[in-house]
Nanobody, 126 residues
Framework: QMQLAESGGGLVQAGDSLRLSCAAS????????MGWFRQAPGKEREFVAG???????TRYADSVKGRFTISKDNAKTVDLQMSSLKPDDTAVYYC????????????????????WGQGTQVTVSS
């Protein structure tokens, strides 16, 4: 059974940077599309960024494009580098993974992901 564990959340000031990591345990990690979602208080969970199983394709929400970068460091870790953070980025951030359906498709809907982490809190103060 695949398990995902996020780390790296915390309290930062607007304009700061933060790096989130997602460590996977279980089999076939290298064959998974990975994504990051977030959920702010009172709001629905939303897509932030996704990366294909081979790292060749990435997708970003418009709200984070140019500020966040998703990457696969190795076969078991996916990172989300967040820069120029804003108070609106405050949320619980979730790592997600799923077996790939296509070499060029990165899932952006939460129902497309099979495995989920417990989440890590990111708070950006103004």
């Amino acid at each position: 059974q695949m398990q995902l564990a996020e780390s790296g959340g915390g309290l930062v000031q607007a304009g700061d940077s933060l790096r989130l990591s997602c460590a996977a345990s279980g089999s076939t990690f290298g064959a998974l599309d990975m994504g990051w979602f977030r959920q702010a208080p009172g709001k629905e969970r939303e897509f932030v960024a996704g990366i294909s199983w081979n790292g060749g394709v990435t997708r970003y929400a418009d709200s984070v494009k140019g500020r966040f970068t998703i990457s696969k460091d190795n076969a078991k870790t996916v990172d989300l580098q967040m820069s120029s953070l804003k108070p609106d980025d405050t949320a619980v951030y979730y790592c997600a993974a799923t077996p790939p359906r296509s070499p060029v498709h990165v899932p952006v809907q939460d129902f497309e992901y099979r495995y989920w982490g417990q989440g890590t809190q990111v708070t950006v103060s103004s």
